[in-house]
């Protein structure tokens, strides 16, 4: 698949974790993003489509309350947030609060918080 390059796309994420494996194989089983080891043996990510990727670090605070919220899209925001829960995860604005548009914020294990987004039909 081939990766778009665009002046100002969003291309990298640095995710703040209090635990990478726990954090890894959450996003890995909610998002199937890839897991993988960088160049220098950090595990790092991509997204589902392969145009975002990232890594995990111990060295910063989680973004517990809403400042910058990055939004993941998915197919049913609904199924996610079950997911989400059963997965170690927590439900921080259920869905509806941005009517009609059909998003919800979570908290991931580690406590940060981002957004689910999914696509009017």
């Not at 993003?33 to 995990?56: P, Q």
């Not at 059909?102 to 918080?113: K, L, M, Q, Y």
Request: charged share 25%; hydrophobic share 35%.
């Amino acid at each position: 698949m081939p990766y778009t390059h665009a002046n100002g796309k969003i291309c990298y994420l640095e995710i703040p974790s209090t635990n990478i494996p726990v954090s890894s194989e959450f996003y890995r089983k909610i998002f199937d993003w890839n897991i993988r080891r960088d160049n220098s043996g950090r595990v790092s990510f991509d997204d589902a489509i392969g145009e975002v990727s990232g890594m995990w670090t111990l060295d910063r605070k989680a973004s517990r309350e809403p400042g910058i919220v990055i939004s993941i899209m998915v197919d049913s925001v609904a199924d996610t947030l079950q997911k989400i829960v059963e997965n170690g995860g927590e439900i921080v604005r259920p869905i509806g609060a941005d009517f009609p548009e059909i998003t919800a914020h979570f908290r991931d294990p580690s406590g940060n918080v981002l957004a689910l987004y999914q696509e009017l039909s």
